[in-house]
């Protein structure tokens, strides 16, 4: 499997912006689709943004669509959420995942087998 780390969360005010970043490990990045989700203290994990292997494909959450931006370099291994126009509402624990099973894109929490350990992004009032 490969190993994800998020780096790039961080305290931020409502309207600002914040760009977190994911590494995966090994040679064959090419091969996961991969996904953000985000979990809110006391709430469910739920789906933010996904990307297809080659990044011709992506998808978003009713909340992220217009705001956030998901991409991803597959000559660096990396995978990006830019995040404008932040509320509080998007505060949250922010985790990359990846699947090989997921043929182009899916919000499914359980479709994913790799999982970073996660960014803290908190946005103030």
């Known amino acids: 499997q490969v190993q994800l780390v998020e780096s790039g969360g961080g305290l931020v005010q409502a309207g600002g912006f914040l760009r977190i970043s994911c590494a995966a490990s090994?040679?064959?990045?090419?091969?996961?689709?991969m996904a953000w989700f985000r979990q809110a203290p006391g709430k469910e994990r739920e789906f933010v943004a996904g990307?297809?292997?080659?990044?011709?494909?992506?998808m978003y959450s009713a909340s992220a669509k217009g705001r956030f931006t998901i991409s991803r370099d597959n000559a660096k291994n990396t995978m990006s959420l830019q995040m404008n126009s932040l509320k509080p509402e998007d505060t949250a624990v922010y985790y990359c995942?990846?699947?090989?099973?997921?043929?182009?894109?899916?919000?499914?929490?359980?479709?994913?087998?790799?999982w970073g350990q996660g960014t803290q992004v908190t946005v103030s009032s």
């Open positions: 995942a990846a699947s090989r099973r997921v043929e182009i894109l899916s919000a499914v929490e359980t479709d994913f087998d790799s």
């Open positions: 990307i297809s292997r080659s990044g011709a494909s992506d």
């Open positions: 090994g040679r064959t990045f090419t091969t996961y689709a």
